[in-house]
């Protein structure tokens, strides 16, 4: 199953991507974990993109359809991969239709998580870390026992900086004018599978399983 995760920042494409990934025994291919993997390494591609990100460019649509391309030749990809984070817009979609092409490895399917903006809003405003532990909280949806304390290990629970929201309205709003419109793309293809993406997490991984199932 050769598939794409599309869905907006806090629809949950990482968490369902992990635990898809490790049901169906594929990869979850993230765009910004094969880019840190590249420049750690050395690679010739990775040399390119270092030098973008070091020159604060964005890194090219060619080398990171270069690296997904490199990726997919991995043993553990042979069976199909889960994509998280790319496309993100229209032109990297069709680079990515094309590359695929040549490797007759067409995708099968794309996955849209679905949640209302006012509940995407929640999620990514109302989250809280723990400065010592780690642990994810989210002040409307599993708020601590105790305002601003970790449940488990009684650390200070705080907000990044990129979590305020008038960054999460600029990031949804990339999102609509970018990446939103690949929904009737891979419509004009009948490969778009909507999900409900609110409600019980083991629910929509099933929902999600269901779909690769069948694809």
């Given at each position: 199953m050769r598939t794409v995760l599309l869905g907006a920042p806090?629809?949950?494409?990482?968490?369902?991507?992990?635990?898809?990934?490790?049901?169906?025994?594929?990869?979850?291919?993230?765009?910004?974990?094969?880019?840190?993997?590249?420049?750690?390494?050395?690679?010739?591609?990775?040399?390119?993109?270092?030098?973008?990100?070091d020159a604060g460019a964005l890194v090219s649509d060619e080398i990171v359809i270069g690296l997904i391309r490199e990726r997919l030749t991995h043993e553990d990809a042979k069976n199909?991969?889960?994509?998280?984070?790319?496309?993100?817009?229209?032109?990297?979609?069709?680079?990515?239709?094309?590359?695929?092409?040549?490797?007759?490895?067409?995708?099968?399917?794309?996955?849209?998580?679905?949640?209302?903006?006012?509940?995407?809003?929640?999620?990514?405003?109302?989250?809280?870390?723990c400065k010592d532990c780690g642990?994810?909280?989210?002040?409307?949806?599993?708020?601590?026992?105790?305002?601003?304390?970790?449940?488990?290990?009684?650390?200070?629970?705080?907000?990044?900086?990129?979590?305020?929201e008038a960054t999460i309205e600029n990031r949804l709003k990339v999102y609509e004018e970018q990446t939103a419109p690949l929904i009737g793309f891979y419509q004009q293809q009948n490969k778009l599978h909507s999900i409900n993406g609110t409600g019980d997490i083991h629910a929509i991984t099933n929902a999600v399983g269901d779909i690769f199932n069948t694809i």
């Open positions: 806090g629809s949950g494409k990482g968490t369902q991507g992990d635990v898809l990934s490790r049901k169906f025994n594929i990869p979850q291919i993230s765009t910004g974990d094969l880019l840190r993997a590249a420049v750690a390494a050395g690679s010739d591609l990775g040399k390119q993109a270092k030098s973008a990100m199909g991969y889960i994509l998280d984070g790319f496309p993100r817009n229209i032109a990297q979609a069709e680079a990515l239709d094309n590359m695929l092409a040549e490797l007759d490895q067409p995708l099968q399917g794309v996955v849209l998580l679905d949640v209302p903006f006012t509940e995407l809003m929640q999620r990514l405003t109302g989250r809280r870390t642990a994810i909280f989210n002040v409307y949806l599993s708020p601590p026992k105790q305002e601003n304390i970790c449940n488990n290990c009684g650390g200070q629970l705080y907000q990044r900086q990129d979590d305020n």
